[in-house]
């Protein structure tokens, strides 16, 4: 990706050389997720184009210069199936990592795909092999998961499990979901996990609610269908009046801000997480949505590498939940302006990358 709204092109790079500790992975799949068409339109900033774009991605072990130790602590080998931890390069050190222990906001933190640059080699998944930098987060894939249910997941399972820690979800409680794409899918697998006993998932279109129920929703109000008061009164009818003990916002809309404040019951929790580009302000009515509801409000940004595991360990004891079917189409290397249309029109919640075809 040279530029935002330029074509995709196809570039050959040299095979890097392997530093001490570095490992060089065979692309078996990546996506193209709601990220890369933000950054196709140039909406996120300071993204040092041209990028190989691709932040989650999976594949094979195809050399390493080692010992080049996993997460779990054992060495890995060439022929192991990887993943990797996208965000590499969190100092550990700076305010934002040691004082305020939020190590997503830390200004070294950069993220293969996004925020490294082509010019500096291979660091993103829309391509043959990944160049894996000394001290990024290498996991091997446990036995158990499909290459299909790890990459249906992705980068949205990461966002929800951090989205399911925020939200605290207590045994027994009502939770709406606001958007049913990657994210919003995967945290409506992850609330029925936590303990909700009811899950509520707003959304369109029709394909992608029923998809929602097959993830774990109870109900599904399709946004294009209800109108706001109908959506309201359906939240209402569900918890005796009193509103959801914990709404999730995953839809990236300005109006799913107010609606989601009044869709929480008193005393409840919103946590928004699908802000990832600024679409603009939403109007709040401070006293009768926040102040009188004695309302928490919790933001939610990125992901952290015990995302990362706790996401390996979810796919691993639940292979039941279709995170396949999020993925819904493999797109080959030279397809994939058409996969970022696709993606852009929203005709599918995740296109795959398979570069052997
Ligand atoms: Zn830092
Ligand atoms: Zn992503």
Redesign the pocket.
Known sequence: MSAPRAPIELREFPRPDLPQGAALLRTLRSEVCGTDVHLWHGRLSGVPYPIIPGHVSAGVIDALRGPVIGIDGSSLREGDRAVFFDVHR?????????VHRT?T?????RVYGITDSATEGLFGGWAEAIYLEPGVGIARLPEAVSLDDYIGGGCGLLTAVHIIERAEIRLGDTVVVQGVGAVGLSAVALARIAGASRIIAIGAPAERLALAHEMGADTTLDLAATTLDERRQAVLDATFGEGADVVLEAAGAAAAVPEGLDLARVGGRYVIAGHYTDVGPASVNAHHQINRKHLEIRGCWGSEVRHFLRALSILERHPAIPFRKIGARRYGLHQLNEALADAEAMRIPKALVDPSL
Not at 105 to 109: L, N
Request: glycine content about 6%; overall charge positive.
């Open positions: 969190t100092c550990g050190r700076c305010r934002a990592c040691t190590p906001r830390c200004s070294s933190r």
